[in-house]
Structure formats: C-alpha cells, structure tokens
C-alpha cells in the first residue's frame, strides 16, 4: 500500500461542504430566507414563542392536553408563560421506549431596562439599563436599538412594545466618546471600555413646553409620548419587562453571500432549525420533544430555563398517558442540546486550538463536552452517545464536524446540557458554528444552517 492510499484510509479530514456537495449551496440559501424572516420577527424569547406558535398551528398542531388521546403522527405544542414552547409528534414507539429531545434557547443577550429606567440628566432624557447575559459591553454603544417588551397596565390591560423595528420608527442608541476626547478612556481595559453603569441609552431631548416652570421638562415630555403610544406611565414602567437589543435586520454577508449576520443567531438558529424539523417530521419511530427554552443565556435558572421542572413534568405528561413510568421515560430518552459553537476566526486564531474547533462551512457541529478548565459544568457525552448520534447523521449524509468552544483555559461556557442530564437523559450538544458570538451582529453560514436542519430531522427519523 502506497502512503497516500494509506493515508486516505486512516486519516480523516473534514470537507468543506461547498466542495463536497455544491448543489448543498442553493438549498442552503433558500432555506436561509425563512430563517433571516424568523429573526426579523423574534428578537425576545416571547416573540419567537408567539411566531413558533403561528409556525405550528398553520402545520396542524394543537394546544397539548395531559389527558388527551394521542395516535402516531398526532402533532401537540405546550407554552410556558409565553417564553417557553414545547412541539411534539407522537411516534410509532411506546413512550416507555424513550422520546427523542431537542432544546434549543431562544433567549439572547441584550439589554434589559432597569426596573426605575428613566432620568434626565443635563438636558437628555434616558433609560438605565442592566445587561442580559454575556455582552462585551463596548459593542453595544453607537448602534441602533429596538425597543421590544411587555407592560401589564394597572388595569390588568397587557400592552406589547415594538419601537424601532420598522423603517419609519425611531431607534434609540448608547453614546461614547469621541476620539479626540478619548485618551483616559482609551487607557482602560476593553472590558471596562464602555462600563455597565455607562449603558444608558439616549430617548429624548425635547422638552415638555409649559407656561409654568416643571421640573426635568424633558424627561416628562419622553414619557408623555411613551403614555400617548402605549397608554402607560412611570409607575407601570417599574412593573414592564422591557429589553433592548439590535436594531438592524437579518442581512446576507460576503460578496457570496454565504453567511447571513444578524442579531440574536445564538440560539435562534438552532431554534428555527429544530422547529423546522419538529414540524416537517412526520411519522417519526420515537415520541419528538422540541424545546424552545427560555434564560440559557443567565445559567437557565427560573421557571422558564431549563433547570426548571417544566420539561421534566412535560415529559412525566407523556408518560401519563400510556401509564408508562416516567423513570423509564427519562432513562430511554436521548437529547441533543442544540446550542452554537464558537467558529475558529482566522483574526483572533490564538484562542482556538485549530485542531478541535468548528469552521465555518464543515456543517453543524457536534460537541462532546463544554465547560471551562477541566471540563467544571460539563455534561460529557459518552462515546455510546457520540457513536449513535454521528451514525444518524451519516446515514442520512448530513455534513457534521467536531469541535471545542476555543483552546482549554482560555474561557469556556456551558449549555441546557447539564440540566438535561441531570434528569437521567443521555445528551450531546450539536449546532452551528458562529463567528462574533454573542455580538450585535454574529456571522453563520448558510450551508450550516441548513446543516443543522438536516441533523435535526435525521435524529427525529431514525
Ligand atoms: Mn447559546
Ligand atoms: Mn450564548
């Protein structure tokens, strides 16, 4: 045997999928327009709860009912308080035999209003915020923001806000300084650059015109125009949950436009992917359970995050109606944590090991473990687990690669895994690799994302 044929048996590379499947490109792109239209429409956990919602009913799902009569290919959804979803179709095999899981997060980081937000200070009117997640804080000033959210009014009255999103809106943004003023600012850490208590965005500055001299005139005319849209006032601002994120659409990237950058991609891209797949799974063999979750992005606690008993009292549902016990349930089940994964960035390649990172373009990305230093909040898959998920893949000839989120001690982070596998689930996660992550405008490929859809659906079928 010559050493290149060799070579060609024992070692292994993994392909760039515009090379090893060009027709992939076309499709990847023409799924990728539903995908930029569902993070126009979601950018909250309650927005793509309410489109997920739209999704399903329009593909025949009705509300889940725990003492309903469920046959194969019957199609069920279930919301928790308007930030969590849960899709499933009932398969071929007893729910004593295991569900297949997919949760995704549709939660991103992004600014949250203080509970007391609005001042005047100098002549301008603004909002104190308090961060949601892990943001490098620069990047978040001298960009246009949305302002989405819900307030329930005195009178029980529940208004939703949406200013900044479309084209005729004013957006609103948070300031820096100019460079030429910049030099003791410069002379901070790039995590101080711009500090949390700086994160205050610029609402008005106009004031209210009175014969009679009122105090902080500006302020007051920024919440009568806010009262004049929404009907609401200061002290129901206090009791809103109000969030700010990016106001810029889902755009195509490159002069191929292979990538599409947008806000909020970590998770909705494994969201979008893995409700497309729910939804265009038909007669799967196991029982599907697709999780739309809330809070990944603050460790998953509250009662709409995974470490909540929601998904596991879900699954206890289901076991219920074939009197199945739910031990049995859980133990049988198996789940992919479908979660991004930092994509190697030829600008900043010192924090990757180039061996065991995901490339843009190689397909979804299978990762074994997360965690920081050595492996601390991890869920390490075993390789069983490894062996049965990459083999779903394979036989249906999905492009899927390895990787670890960047070098060992240079950061790390964790996913819902955890949280799964301590309800006695076997888990992996599998997703997209992403470029700028948790930035106002993060990078992924088309051809990955079309590539995570299609894993998604391979796990539902086999
Ligand atoms: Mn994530
Ligand atoms: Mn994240």
Same mark, same amino acid.
């Given at each position: 045997?010559?050493?290149?044929?060799?070579?060609?048996?024992?070692?292994?590379?993994?392909?760039?999928?515009?090379?090893?499947?060009?027709?992939?490109?076309?499709?990847?792109?023409?799924?990728?327009?539903?995908?930029?239209?569902?993070?126009?429409?979601?950018?909250?956990?309650?927005?793509?709860?309410?489109?997920?919602?739209?999704?399903?009913?329009?593909?025949?799902?009705?509300?889940?009912?725990?003492?309903?009569?469920?046959?194969?290919?019957?199609?069920?959804? #279930?919301?928790?308080?308007?930030?969590?979803?849960?899709?499933?179709?009932?398969?071929?095999?007893?729910?004593?035999?295991?569900?297949?899981?997919?949760?995704?997060?549709?939660?991103?980081?992004?600014?949250?209003?203080?509970?007391?937000?609005? #001042?005047?200070?100098?002549?301008?009117?603004?909002?104190?915020?308090?961060?949601?997640?892990?943001?490098?804080?620069?990047?978040?000033?001298?960009?246009?923001?949305?302002?989405?959210?819900?307030?329930?009014?005195?009178?029980?009255?529940?208004?939703?806000?949406?200013?900044?999103?479309?084209?005729?809106?004013?957006?609103?943004?948070?300031?820096?300084?100019?460079?030429?003023?910049?030099?003791?600012?410069?002379?901070?850490?790039?995590?101080?650059?711009?500090?949390?208590?700086?994160?205050?965005?610029?609402?008005?500055?106009?004031?209210?015109?009175?014969?009679?001299?009122?105090?902080?005139?500006?302020?007051?005319?920024?919440?009568?125009?806010?009262?004049?849209?929404?009907?609401?006032?200061?002290?129901?601002?206090?009791?809103?949950?109000?969030?700010?994120?990016?106001?810029?659409?889902?755009?195509?990237?490159?002069?191929?436009?292979?990538?599409?950058?947008?806000?909020?991609?970590?998770?909705?891209?494994?969201?979008?992917?893995?409700?497309?797949?729910?939804?265009?799974?038909?007669?799967?063999?196991?029982?599907?359970?697709?999780?739309?979750?809330?809070?990944?992005?603050?460790?998953?606690?509250?009662?709409?995050?995974?470490?909540?008993?929601?998904?596991?009292?879900?699954?206890?549902?289901?076991?219920?109606?074939?009197?199945?016990?739910?031990?049995?349930?859980?133990?049988?089940?198996?789940?992919?944590?479908?979660?991004?994964?930092?994509?190697?960035?030829?600008?900043?390649?010192?924090?990757?090991?180039?061996?065991?990172?995901?490339?843009?373009?190689?397909?979804?990305?299978?990762?074994?473990?997360?965690?920081?230093?050595?492996?601390?909040?991890?869920?390490?898959?075993?390789?069983?687990?490894?062996?049965?998920?990459?083999?779903?893949?394979?036989?249906?000839?999905?492009?899927?690669?390895?990787?670890?989120?960047?070098?060992?001690?240079?950061?790390?982070?964790?996913?819902?895994?955890?949280?799964?596998?301590?309800?006695?689930?076997?888990?992996?996660?599998?997703?997209?690799?992403?470029?700028?992550?948790?930035?106002?405008?993060?990078?992924?490929?088309?051809?990955?994302?079309?590539?995570?859809?299609?894993?998604?659906?391979?796990?539902?079928?086999?």
């Amino acid at each position: 045997m010559t050493g290149k044929e060799l070579q060609k048996e024992l070692t292994w590379k993994f392909p760039h999928i515009a090379k090893a499947a060009p027709k992939q490109m076309e499709e990847a792109a023409a799924f990728c327009e539903g995908y930029k239209a569902f993070l126009d429409n979601g950018k909250t956990e309650r927005e793509c709860v309410k489109i997920a919602t739209e999704m399903l009913e329009k593909a025949g799902y009705t509300r889940f009912c725990a003492s309903g009569q469920y046959r194969q290919g019957d199609k069920v959804y #279930y919301v928790n308080r308007e930030k969590s979803l849960i899709a499933t179709t009932f398969g071929e095999r007893p729910i004593r035999e295991g569900v297949r899981i997919n949760g995704a997060h549709i939660d991103s980081p992004r600014l949250d209003l203080k509970p007391n937000p609005m #001042y005047e200070k100098d002549e301008i009117a603004l909002f104190k915020t308090h961060y949601y997640g892990g943001v490098r804080k620069y990047q978040w000033a001298t960009i246009p923001l949305a302002m989405h959210g819900v307030v329930v009014k005195k009178n029980g009255e529940v208004v939703e806000l949406n200013l900044g999103e479309d084209p005729k809106d004013p957006v609103f943004c948070i300031t820096d300084l100019l460079p030429h003023l910049s030099a003791e600012q410069n002379e901070r850490k790039l995590k101080d650059g711009i500090k949390g208590e700086e994160l205050n965005i610029v609402i008005g500055s106009i004031p209210y015109e009175d014969d009679e001299e009122i105090k902080e005139p500006i302020k007051l005319m920024a919440l009568k125009l806010l009262n004049d849209r929404y009907g609401i006032t200061e002290r129901e601002l206090l009791q809103a949950e109000i969030e700010f994120v990016p106001a810029q659409k889902a755009r195509d990237v490159g002069l191929d436009r292979s990538m599409v950058g947008a806000y909020g991609q970590d998770d909705r891209v494994c969201a979008y992917t893995a409700l497309m797949a729910e939804i265009d799974t038909k007669q799967p063999v196991y029982t599907t359970v697709t999780i739309l979750t809330d809070k990944e992005e603050i460790g998953s606690q509250g009662n709409t995050g995974l470490d909540s008993n929601y998904v596991g009292d879900y699954i206890r549902y289901l076991a219920e109606l074939e009197g199945a016990d739910p031990k049995e349930v859980f133990y049988n089940s198996i789940c992919l944590s479908s979660d991004v994964n930092a994509a190697f960035d030829p600008t900043f390649s010192q924090a990757y090991d180039p061996r065991n990172s995901c490339y843009i373009n190689k397909g979804c990305v299978l990762t074994k473990y997360t965690g920081a230093r050595g492996k601390s909040g991890a869920s390490d898959a075993s390789a069983e687990l490894m062996a049965k998920v990459i083999a779903m893949m394979d036989q249906e000839g999905v492009y899927w690669q390895i990787g670890e989120l960047g070098a060992v001690d240079v950061g790390g982070g964790g996913t819902i895994a955890k949280f799964v596998a301590s309800m006695n689930i076997d888990v992996v996660d599998l997703g997209v690799p992403i470029l700028s992550m948790h930035s106002p405008f993060e990078l992924a490929s088309k051809l990955d994302v079309l590539s995570a859809y299609l894993a998604f659906k391979a796990f539902y079928k086999n």
